[in-house]
């Protein structure tokens, strides 16, 4: 079923940890690219210009080769949540999500590193928080866990607990819609066959 090996333009442990659980062979390259948001620019054009801007770069380090590009953001009452830089930022953001829905949204590019043909698309979760108390808040900071991750939390790990609801992808709230993927290198290959 997987046939073709993936260049993962990522050193996210989180998506090489999926790819390792549906067997999927590849080799992660780190993109190293400037992931600074435009001005007034949206959630969901942000990602997928980040997804695909990352497959670019790593795409021209290789003559050949199946490049996946990911980004992923958490949206909250409007707000945009990256990673949070220190401690206080991420308080901020748990309590912004404490007891109410938001939205995980990941962009996805798979690209030919040999002619830049590439496909690009977005998958989008909506998760519910738990109304967290300032302790539960505080140690769940302390463990050091959100502060590497979109929103600061990891839903696989120890914000597990806090976790009431999702609606949608489980993978894509990790960091990588594994579903979309996989359809997206089916469309790539048809594409390719019929040479659009």
């Not at 780190?30 to 054009?45: F, G, M, Q, T, V």
Request: hydrophobic share 45%.
């Amino acid at each position: 079923m997987l046939k073709e090996k993936l260049i993962l333009a990522s050193s996210s442990p989180r998506r090489k940890e999926i790819l390792l659980a549906v067997n999927w062979p590849f080799e992660a390259i780190a993109a190293n690219i400037d992931e600074s948001r435009r001005d007034s620019e949206d959630a969901l054009p942000y990602v997928k210009r980040l997804a695909e801007t990352k497959a670019r770069a790593v795409a021209a380090r290789f003559s050949s080769g199946l490049v996946l590009g990911a980004d992923t953001v958490v949206v909250a009452e409007n707000e945009i949540l990256g990673q949070p830089r220190e401690p206080n930022e991420a308080r901020r953001m748990l309590k912004l999500l404490s007891g109410k829905w938001h939205e995980v949204l990941t962009g996805v590019c798979l690209m030919r590193a040999q002619n830049g043909q590439a496909v690009i698309d977005h998958e989008i979760t909506r998760v519910r928080f738990a109304s967290l108390s300032d302790s539960e808040i505080d140690w769940y900071v302390a463990t050091g866990e959100p502060l590497d991750k979109a929103g600061a939390y990891a839903i696989q790990g120890r914000a597990g607990l806090f976790i009431e609801e999702i609606e949608g992808d489980y993978f894509n709230i990790v960091g990588l819609p594994i579903r979309l993927i996989y359809e997206l290198t089916l469309k790539l290959a048809d594409s390719s066959a019929v040479g659009v």
